[in-house]
């Protein structure tokens, strides 16, 4: 099996980065062996990327308390190597190429307190002696991860745990362990180990752990199972002694049954403190809040990391809203959160990076504690336009707030209760300057103990945007890092902001010379919008009244109206009153009472309470046709020819152009006496006229109904 490239990749991370660091300040060349460097009084002895091999070991001074060989290329450690440094107390040995450790090599070290021997090449079947770690009589921490156990002739699932039967004061240990399909648990040899608290598995290979895995290790209250790969988490895998403290399951692939179950393991755990579970769940969506209230209200819970999962919301009910008073850090970062929403009058750091609340929180808040304990809150990469007024209310103990990395145009949300903020980072976002005058004058109040970060940021270099460049050049000493400011002006050049005092004297002489020309200008402009704002009014003036009575009738009038095919009435009636009797008795009785058609009659029909205007408005809509009787009364009405206009709109605007009028010229008209909309009407021969004599009455209604079916 080859080494993975993320695995090289760690190493180098975790473990080349710090030596490089340590080199840094550890200036003294060994007198004993110029390749190691040494702390004063050589208790602190490096010789970190020497190329020390099994025959050039140097030979250590006695008082030495603390010896790095981190990244060598030793095989074998010569017995007496450390017999004589009786005072040595951390050994580290990490990343060399260990096969084999010979009896005697750790003879003398009764002092050593940590020893690591993580990624050497430590062949278990070339029989180690059982004892080998005897004479470490006071060693408390151990570390044997990452000794290639699927590389040997036998496969080892972990470090062998016959070797660790005598460390009789071992606390901490650090291994691999895991099998790709055996179900694997921890050997019984370790219940002599009654004070090992703490167990790192480092190469972890669990894709299921029971109440078998830990069976044997009944004292933990420190366990890190991070890359374990585990889908499967079954219930009481924890250790029965429920003294849990500490708990890092990150990066694994659980389900939502295993989440529950998990979750119902640490409500017996009362001591837990800290809870880590980083890119654990990456398929559930879906976070109960009672998991993060009243299954943990009975701990002694302080911090909780559930970033890098796929959550989409969190939001507290009636049952379960407020945090733990103990609670202290929760992280939720880099998820999908669009809502999240609990009580948190204790917590003192809140992380929300990198998740989609930007158009939650333009209205609604996080918490509605009226006062919190929060100061550090971080809400930055959320897409966040604008931000609720009261967003920060209660936040008095508050230190720093990072907004990065949004949409924010402006601070318009209020900052009075921030009276303890010493850092606001608004970087990287859209802001051309501050409109708010509360805003600034709390900034200021606040100047001599805030650190304002509005870096790559452009903003507006123009006359609007002058008071507040001017505010900035009092303020100056609050921003830090100005060389990354840059302002744009109206011509658009651009340039940096590292000196705000020329920039505003500029734009203070360009300004003062436009004023008199801007006014002008505004006057004569806002003249002639409304001159023609008037003028479009009396243009439209039907269309306007039609949609406004469209709306009124619940439609979406800025979109193109697709009417039912089914309507209520066959015919939307309009006439005068003097007309009332040819209505009632012929129209009525030839068309409803004869062919079952439904006619639309305003005194018969309209909704009694309802505005007259909304009645016509509503019949027209619900009818097919609209008949209107024409005579020099109906001319003259103010109601017909509002119906007329309605029906005429109703045409174009919802029955995509489809003429629905139907003129019936009960008098003799004369075309000088009708208005040119009629008479275009009449030129589509859209009319029909009232007969005076039996037979033409026959055609007349006969026509009619033509026209209706």
């Known amino acids: 099996m080859r080494i993975s490239n993320v695995y090289v990749t760690s190493v180098y991370v975790i473990y080349i980065m710090p030596v490089v660091i340590t080199g840094i300040f550890t200036e003294n060349v060994c007198k004993f062996d110029q390749r190691c460097k040494c702390s004063n009084l050589s208790i602190a002895v490096y010789c970190d990327h020497k190329n020390i091999t099994n025959d050039n070991i140097p030979h250590f001074p006695k008082e030495v308390h603390k010896l790095f060989m981190r990244f060598n290329k030793v095989m074998i450690i010569p017995p007496t190597t450390f017999n004589h440094l009786e005072t040595l107390i951390e050994l580290d040995l990490s990343w060399n190429r260990l096969s084999y450790i010979e009896e005697g090599t750790f003879y003398g070290l009764s002092s050593l307190k940590t020893l690591s021997i993580k990624g050497n ?19 408390t921490h151990l570390n044997v991860a990452r000794n290639m156990l699927f590389y040997t002739d036998r496969e080892f699932h972990t470090f062998p745990s016959v070797f660790l039967t005598s460390l009789n004061k071992l606390q901490s240990i650090e291994v691999d362990a895991g099998h790709p399909s055996l179900l694997f648990r921890f ?21 299921s752990v029971t109440n078998l895995t830990f069976l044997y290790l009944p004292y933990l209250e420190y366990i890190e199972m991070t890359n374990c790969k585990i889908q499967n988490y079954d219930v009481g895998t924890l250790p029965k002694k429920k003294k849990i403290r500490y708990l890092d399951i990150s990066h694994n692939r659980l389900n939502d049954d295993n989440l529950l179950t998990l979750m119902q393991d640490l409500l017996l755990h009362d001591e837990l403190q800290v809870l880590k579970m980083t890119n654990s769940f990456p398929l559930v969506l879906d976070y109960n809040p009672a998991y ?13 990391y559930l970033n890098n999962n796929s959550f989409i919301e969190i939001d507290g009910d009636e049952k379960n809203f407020m945090l733990p008073t103990t609670l202290k ?6 998820n999908k959160l669009g809502k999240f929403y609990f009580g948190m009058p204790y917590l003192s750091t809140l992380n929300l990076r990198n998740n989609s609340l930007g158009a939650y929180l333009s209205s609604e808040r996080y918490t509605n504690s009226s006062k919190t304990e929060l100061r550090k809150v971080d809400i930055s990469n959320n897409l966040i336009y604008d931000l609720s007024y009261s967003m920060f209310h209660g936040h008095v103990k508050t230190v720093k707030i990072n907004l990065s990395k949004n949409k924010l145009t402006d601070v318009t949300f209020d900052l009075s209760h921030l009276v303890s903020l010493k850092e606001l980072d608004l970087s990287s976002n859209n802001i051309g300057g501050i409109s708010s005058q509360a805003s600034m004058d709390t900034l200021h109040k606040l100047s001599k103990q805030l650190k304002i970060d509005l870096s790559n940021i452009l903003f507006n270099c123009s006359c609007k945007n002058l008071y507040f460049l001017q505010w900035m050049n009092a303020n ?16 658009n050049d651009v340039v940096y902001l590292t000196n705000v005092n020329d920039i505003v004297k500029q734009l203070e002489k360009e300004c003062s010379s436009h004023t008199t020309l801007i006014i002008c200008v505004t006057i004569g402009v806002n003249t002639a919008l ?3 704002f008037a003028g479009l009014m009396f243009r439209f003036r039907w269309k306007l009244r039609y ?15 697709q009417s039912s095919p089914n309507y209520k009435y066959d015919a939307f009636i309009s006439y005068a009153n003097e007309e009332t009797d040819f209505v009632v008795n012929d129209i009525i009785r030839n068309l409803e009472s004869d062919d079952n058609m439904k006619l639309c009659v305003h005194q018969r029909d309209f909704i009694p309470g309802e505005e007259i205007t909304q009645n016509i408005t509503n019949g027209i809509h619900q009818s097919k046709k609209t008949i209107c009787i024409l005579t020099r009364s109906f001319l003259d009405s103010y109601y017909c020819m509002f119906e007329f206009n309605m029906a005429r709109m109703e045409s174009i605007y919802s029955r995509d152009g489809q003429n629905i009028l139907f003129l019936i010229f009960y008098e003799q008209l004369r075309p000088q006496d009708l208005p040119l909309v009629i008479l275009e009407l009449v030129q589509k021969q859209s009319y029909i006229e009232y007969p005076n004599d039996e037979q033409g009455n026959i055609v007349f209604w006969e026509k009619i109904k033509e026209s209706l079916v």
Not at 476 to 491: E, G
């Open 121 to 139: 090449c430590l062949n278990y079947s070339l029989e180690i002696p059982n004892d080998i770690f005897k004479p470490l009589v006071s060693l």
């Open 187 to 207: 050997s019984n040899r370790y219940l002599s180990l009654t004070h090992l608290t703490r167990l790192k598995i480092d190469f972890c290979w669990l894709p």
């Open 292 to 304: 993060l209230t009243s299954q943990l209200i009975e701990t002694k819970i302080e911090e909780i």
């Open 329 to 334: 850090v929760c992280d939720f970062s880099n």
């Open 476 to 491: 100056v000493d609050m921003f830090i890092f100005k060389h990354k400011y840059t302002c744009r002006f109206d011509n």
């Open 530 to 532: 409304v001159i023609l």
């Open 547 to 561: 949609l406004y009575y469209m709306t009124r009738h619940k439609y979406d009038v800025f979109k193109s109206i």
